[in-house]
């Protein structure tokens, strides 16, 4: 079993849909959690941070964690074309210097026009 | 402009032979990693490097090396021991504040390696 698990989609989804994009874990011991969204032939870029249960929210972007169930979330309302890359969930046990991170597969996301 | 710059951006080598991708940074960061993206596997660790000459293997360094002699460049070699060695390889940076903080890692643009 991976430690961390993601839908790799793709996912289809008109303009202007809501958009929800999850990913699972095994290690209770990870504490940090990222969002990370890559366009193609791109290095990933960070969207979103969390590090407590409970919600983030940025602009059209909510990232939602949810530690007793091992299960995070990013929500993206009002999706734009602009939008489409994939996501990659990302997590962590540690900071600073050890900050190594696992990262899910990634979900393909094309919003249509 | 500060950032993460990888070069070449695509590269091919032959069966056998050993290839250098650079990775430089100008953002002042202390640490330094490098992963491999493959399909279906998300991103793996090859190695990170805390400080100037000193590094770590990560999880899947077997056929890889780095070297640590300046604080803005940290070059992997594929080796000829490696495998399955196509792939998209990134370079990545992080300040270091404690280990009780989370500290963002920033991506260059990755190296496409191809073996022929």
């Known amino acids: 079993q991976k430690e961390v698990e993601q839908d790799p989609g793709p996912l289809s989804v008109p303009e202007g849909a809501i958009v929800s994009l999850n990913c699972t874990y095994s290690n209770s011991a990870f504490q940090y959690f990222m969002w990370y969204r890559q366009y193609s032939r791109k290095g990933p870029e960070l969207l979103m941070y969390t590090y407590s249960s409970g919600n983030k929210e940025d602009g059209r972007f909510t990232a939602q964690v949810d530690k007793s169930s091992k299960y995070i979330s990013l929500f993206i309302r009002d999706s734009q074309p602009s939008d489409s890359a994939t996501y990659l969930c990302?997590?962590?046990?540690?900071?600073?210097?050890?900050?190594?991170?696992?990262f899910g597969t990634g979900t393909l996301l094309a919003v249509q026009p | 402009d500060g950032g993460i710059t990888q070069s070449p951006k695509y590269l091919f080598r032959k069966e056998g032979q050993n290839v250098t991708l650079s990775c430089e940074q100008n953002?002042?960061?202390?640490?330094m990693y490098w992963y491999r993206q493959d399909p279906g596997q998300g991103l793996r660790l090859i190695y990170y490097?805390?400080?100037?000459?000193?590094?770590q293997k990560g999880d899947i360094a077997e056929g890889y090396s780095v070297s640590r002699e300046k604080k803005e460049s940290f070059p992997l070699t594929v080796t000829s021991a490696q495998k399955n060695p196509t792939a998209f390889y990134l370079c990545?940076?992080?300040?270091?504040?404690?280990?009780?903080?989370?500290?963002?890692?920033?991506f260059g643009p990755g190296t496409r390696l191809t073996v022929l």
């Open positions: 490097s805390q400080i100037v000459n000193d590094f």
């Open positions: 990545a940076s992080s300040i270091v504040i404690g280990r009780a903080s989370y500290n963002e890692q920033f």
């Open positions: 990302a997590m962590s046990m540690y900071g600073g210097a050890t900050n190594k991170l696992i």
């Open positions: 953002l002042n960061h202390d640490a």
